[in-house]
């Protein structure tokens, strides 16, 4: 099982000394969570996309191959790249750089996004939302796996005789996670293709997380890839800690009361009932995660976010110490010891790799691929021929 930290880099005040960090104070302290999270085991840094503000993560790929160049071994994800107002050309072809640059430590989690305003800032019509999640999407799964390809759809010009470069590293496609909250069609399309579902449930109690998992599990067994039981699950998390409950509640009740994500709705004490956060202590946490497999089956990712709501740097690195000192290793050990043999890992490069060498065979690692000429539409033979 995997365990992370995700960030959507909002600058939110300090309600405690008013303070408001820098856009570049933001940009640095998510790098710096980065090289904590690696530095105290944690399996997994994603990163979210936003274009306006108070969000500073408007270009994933940029960060992510930054904090590349400065890890080894954690995986770099996003939490979420938005497939309905990104062109999936475009998506094919940083991703795949990305890849490449970071010898296979990342994939995706694809999502429609949740700010209304983005849409026509990109051209797009919010209400297209899930034609638009569909049809890119079917389109970028074919440039990573499709040499040459022709195609027509109703959202962008078709593409004919098209190569989408650099490929995928080794032939193989980063791992795709199909992220919603309350969309069945998501469901539905990560069913479909075999590949990951994300609930990222912070907002929402857990039987609606249930009930949108168990959607995914059926329709994933439905489409032929293996038992329900076996499907790929994430779900997302939060927590505040400290080594009492007392101090975790009174420290973070500032923060909680006025994030603009939490203010104005439920106190902290039916929050943390009703949704995934904890506030509480280390022993607290482990609590409440090793029941989630209880409602959703045994899953392959958990990612928390403890970097919001305008707590300062120095509380934010003591989270992720916390996290990946003395709650990951306890939950690692107790969920991996329960997960029945057959119940899959979460998917890696590696992993990917090798279940593609079992398919087609010895793995040809002079790995070539047919590419058409996007200047005149015509293959090599074709030019041959001519």
């Given at each position: ?156 010009t078709p593409l004919q ?85 007392q101090d975790a509640v ?126 005149t539409g015509l293959r ?7």
């Amino acid at each position: 099982m995997q365990f992370g930290i995700f960030t959507i880099a909002d600058i939110t005040p300090d309600p405690t000394t008013g303070r408001i960090p820098t856009e570049h104070e933001r940009l640095e302290l998510m790098v710096e969570e980065a090289l904590l999270a690696e530095q105290v085991g944690l399996d997994v840094f994603a990163l979210g996309e936003h274009h306006n503000p108070p969000f500073v993560t408007s270009s994933p790929t940029t960060t992510l191959a930054y904090i590349g160049a400065k890890t080894q071994d954690i995986i770099l994800s996003t939490a979420t790249t938005l497939i309905t107002t990104n062109d999936p050309v475009k998506i094919a072809e940083d991703y795949a750089m990305l890849q490449h640059l970071t010898g296979g430590r990342v994939d995706l989690v694809m999502g429609r996004g949740n700010t209304g305003p983005v849409y026509p800032w990109f051209g797009k019509d919010i209400r297209k939302g899930i034609e638009l999640a569909v049809e890119n999407y079917e389109l970028l799964h074919r440039l990573w796996r499709e040499d040459v390809v022709d195609w027509e759809g109703e959202f962008r010009t078709p593409l004919q005789q098209f190569t989408s470069t650099p490929r995928p590293l080794d032939g193989v496609a980063p791992f795709v996670w199909h992220g919603s909250i309350r969309s069945p069609q998501i469901a539905e399309q990560a069913a479909f293709y075999g590949d990951g579902f994300f609930h990222n449930n912070i907002f929402w109690p857990i039987s609606h997380t249930k009930q949108m998992v168990q959607l995914y599990r059926q329709r994933f067994e439905h489409y032929g890839h293996g038992r329900a039981d076996q499907a790929i699950v994430g779900l997302g998390g939060q927590a505040f800690m400290r080594r009492s409950s007392q101090d975790a509640v009174r420290e973070f009740r500032p923060y909680f009361d006025h994030a603009p994500v939490y203010g104005g709705g439920p106190s902290m004490e039916d929050f943390t009932r009703q949704t995934p956060l904890v506030v509480g202590s280390p022993e607290q946490v482990v609590e409440r995660y090793l029941t989630m497999a209880d409602h959703v089956g045994d899953y392959q990712r958990q990612l928390f976010l403890l970097d919001h709501a305008g707590l300062p740097r120095t509380t934010v690195l003591e989270q992720i110490e916390l996290l990946g000192t003395e709650v990951v290793p306890v939950l690692r050990r107790e969920l991996d010891a329960r997960r029945p043999a057959d119940v899959p890992d979460a998917p890696t490069h590696a992993s990917l790799v090798a279940k593609a060498e079992a398919e087609r065979g010895a793995f040809d690692a002079a790995y070539r691929f047919e590419t058409g000429d996007n200047w005149t539409g015509l293959r090599a033979e074709d030019r041959k021929d001519a």
